[in-house]
């Protein structure tokens, strides 16, 4: 069974920093690139970041470019998102997700990110 | 960046009967649109991906259709559990954009 496990949401001030990471399991990880979607309280989804399986590219939305960073240890089988500067606006489930391939991609159950004073 | 609009916002639609959901792309993304699931509290499930192939464990009254711009998710005969809000999603160009979301409701 294929299972992503995404960790480390919590309240953080505005202008705060927080790492997030996805684990994953049931799959060959070094073989899938990666994304970041997330999605903000009564909201849509809004695709955030992707890497490539061995980190040779990655890609940022506008809303999140040069304050996101993804990363990856395929040794770990994790993912991880450092968020900085964070803002209101970041507050949102971030769901990892493995990229399409032949069989889909397979989606993690989401960790939650408030930005707050 | 490709903008994604899906059509109708909400749509109401007995149990038993036939749903269509639109989805429209700005620009082709060939056969690179999936659609989802999602319910209250839950993560998003993927029905289909490709424009038209089942993601596993789909049953078979979720059908997509569709290539270039314009898509369909059917929904043949609804069930109770089918009541939800779907999202499409293009992953032909990055940024990959998500729909606005269609909520399907009980009529």
């Known amino acids: 069974e294929v299972q992503l496990l995404e960790s480390g949401g919590e309240l953080v001030q505005p202008g705060g920093s927080l790492k997030i990471s996805c684990v994953v399991s049931g799959v060959t990880f070094r073989d899938y690139s990666m994304n970041w979607v997330r999605q903000a309280p009564g909201k849509g989804l809004e695709w955030v970041s992707f890497?490539?399986?061995?980190?040779?590219?990655?890609y940022y939305s506008d809303s999140v470019k040069g304050r996101f960073t993804v990363s990856r240890d395929n040794a770990k089988n994790s993912l991880y998102l450092q968020m900085n500067s964070l803002r209101a606006e970041d507050t949102a489930v971030y769901y990892c997700?493995?990229?399409?391939?032949?069989?889909?991609?397979?989606w993690g159950q989401g960790t939650l990110v408030t930005v707050s004073s | 960046e490709i903008v994604v609009t899906q059509s109708p916002v909400t749509l109401s639609v007995s149990p038993g009967e036939r749903a269509t959901l639109s989805c429209r792309a700005s620009q082709s993304v060939s056969s690179n649109l999936a659609w989802y699931q999602q319910k209250p509290g839950q993560a998003p499930r993927l029905l289909i991906f490709?424009?038209?192939t089942r993601a596993t464990g789909i049953p078979a009254r979720f059908s997509g259709s569709g290539s270039g711009t314009d898509f369909t998710l059917t929904i043949s005969s609804l069930q109770s559990e089918d009541f939800a809000v779907y999202y499409c999603q293009q992953y032909n160009k990055r940024p990959y954009s998500f729909g606005q979301g269609t909520k399907l409701e009980i009529k």
């Open positions: 997700a493995t990229a399409f391939n032949y069989d889909g991609a397979y």
């Open positions: 890497i490539s399986d061995s980190s040779d590219a990655m």
């Open positions: 490709g424009a038209s």
